[in-house]
């Protein structure tokens, strides 16, 4: 695992985008495309717009990127809590990604459905290779959550499917998410955590004892991938260093 400390969202977000911008390019260089999972939320709002300012929309290569989602909620393309629409909006209708290249999960079915059929577009991709994504852009709540895996819940512990579908009682919602295997398989995983906010979980989830039922976000280890958290001061604050 490798600790990226910024002073604020704002040089984090810089950072991050010079470093996705690098590490695309470079493995571009050894195959034809790239496949990147995108988060929701709030936090990787300011990455994005980033990306399609120069010199990020014009060097990296775009039309050869195919994308992904890590989790989704249950609701339709124009809800603004859908997490795809957030994507289209700051980063892939900016930047022309071809159509063919965007494969969002479906809210527009019955939520097990959509699960499944993401799971065969996944295979298609990855059944005969040695990892799955070329990254995973991850971010973690307070309560310790990253993709829809939250404390509690028995998708945390899920062993061999690759997106599960499940029904949330505290958000009265279905949700539909990646799994940790399939994540855990992506050859880069990158975590992005800000504010104060997050400091004590940050701290319960790098440094504390493994308990994935309170901290999901700790399912998140890459079997032969590479892991990088990408933080500000203020998320750092409670971490020895």
Known sequence: MELHIAKNTQELSENLAAWISNYIQEVLQDQPIFTFALSGGSTPKQLYTLLTKEPYKLIIPWERIHFFWGDERAVPFEDERNNARMAYETLLDVVGVPSENIHVMRTDIEPEAAAAEYEKILQKYFKDSDTTFDLVLLGMG???????????????????????????????????????????????????????????????????????????????????????WFVDEAAAGALEM
């Open 142 to 228: 307070d309560d310790g959550h990253t993709l829809s895996l939250f404390p509690g819940t028995e998708v945390v512990h899920e062993k061999k499917a690759w997106v599960k579908a499940f029904f949330l009682k505290a958000q009265d919602m279905f949700r539909i998410t990646l799994t940790a295997p399939v994540v855990n398989e992506a050859a880069c995983v990158i975590f992005m955590a800000t504010g104060a906010g997050k400091a004590l979980t940050l701290k319960s989830v790098i440094e504390g004892d493994f308990n994935a039922e309170k901290f999901p976000s700790q399912m998140i280890r890459p079997q032969d991938g590479e892991l990088h």
